[in-house]
């Protein structure tokens, strides 16, 4: 398993597809109803993804960079992390306990959460907090003079779907995080084409993964 990142090159399509795909037995009794047991608590992806162009020549390496990347992969040997373009971003909201620093990254989907395992690591991140208390009992501002008005708590983003606070945040205040993350992909077979249309200029019309969002796949 590596942590290094798919490519990014200029000749991608905009026709990228993602398909999420659940693991569920389904048995059917001889009167049609059905027993059904799900094994599989998060998705796996199904990518795709087409090059219109990979240009050589002229200092551009774009096919080389692709196909060697594969190569170093062994096929779908080796895994690695791949930045979707239009779904790599997340926001993440809390309400604070007062005493837990170390908290699950998610991605919201509608009125689903699902943990991420691939982040992008930021040492010192910013931490939003919401200056409105989501406890109505409690007083806004508070008693003691020498508390700063403003919160000056950091967090850390580590690689593996977590942020660590330098310090608690009050509890009952409500605070967002902000940041990047990966899909945990491999190559979904040990072939790949290639195919030369014009001289110096090559194109690739299905690179397909098998990804995740957790950590392993």
């Not at 008005?149 to 660590?164: F, V």
Request: charged share 20%.
């Amino acid at each position: 398993m590596s942590n290094v990142l798919f490519p990014e090159l200029p000749g991608l399509e905009w026709d990228l597809s993602k398909t999420p795909m659940f693991n569920t037995k389904i048995m059917t009794s001889i009167n049609g109803r059905e027993l059904r047991a799900s094994f599989q608590a998060m998705p796996k992806y199904e990518i795709s993804l087409s090059y219109a162009f990979l240009r050589e020549g002229k200092g551009r390496n774009e096919l080389k960079e692709l196909e060697g990347f594969f190569l170093a992969r062994r096929g779908a040997f080796d895994s690695f992390l791949f930045k979707m373009p239009q779904d790599n971003e997340f926001t993440c909201k809390y309400l604070s306990d007062g005493s837990t620093t170390t908290v699950q990254l998610y991605k919201q989907f509608y009125d689903t959460q699902m943990p991420l395992g691939n982040t992008q690591a930021v040492s010192s991140a910013i931490v939003n907090l919401n200056m409105w208390n989501q406890t109505t009992t409690k007083n806004m501002w508070s008693a003691t003079t020498s508390k700063n008005m403003w919160s000056s708590t950091t967090a850390q983003i580590t690689s593996d779907g977590k942020h660590i606070l330098s310090e608690p945040i009050e509890a009952g205040i409500e605070y967002q995080m902000n940041g990047v993350f990966y899909y945990r992909c491999r190559f979904k077979g040990d072939e790949q084409e290639y195919v030369n249309f014009m001289n110096n200029l090559w194109k690739a019309q299905k690179v397909e993964f098998i990804g995740s969002l957790g950590n392993k796949i």
